[in-house]
């Protein structure tokens, strides 16, 4: 388990080195929208907490996701980690939840942080999820 976590740890390092990030628009086009300004809903975090528990926890803890991993995500766009989770996780059957779920498993990740939740689910498009900014800020 504890490779399994390094390994983990590894990709995040890398999505994030190969990632280009501008933390005022994406694509020059759109200004960014902050996490910390309610982009899920207490729903959608909900059922994101149920597939998190039986599809992710056989190799992570909710809590592996609190703290340094959100920080070391913070300036990046929910975009660049929904394609990260969406296509390598889990481990042993990546992309095998539909998109839907993948953006509820993030909502999880943002609420298990303190970003607060809204009136609107969180996309479930990369192209939408570019446009939110992560911003943590330590609870």
Known sequence: MKNLYISGIALVC??????????QESDGEQPLVSTQSGVYTEAQAESGAELFEANCSSCHMAQDFIGVFMRSWSGATAGALFDLISTMMPEDRPGSLRPREY?????????????PAGEVRLASRKDLLDTI???WRPQ
């Open 14 to 23: 890398a999505a994030i080195a190969s990632s280009p990030l501008n933390a």
């Open 103 to 115: 953006a509820s498993v993030l909502a999880y990740i943002f609420k298990r942080n303190g970003m």
């Open 133 to 135: 900014l992560i911003e």
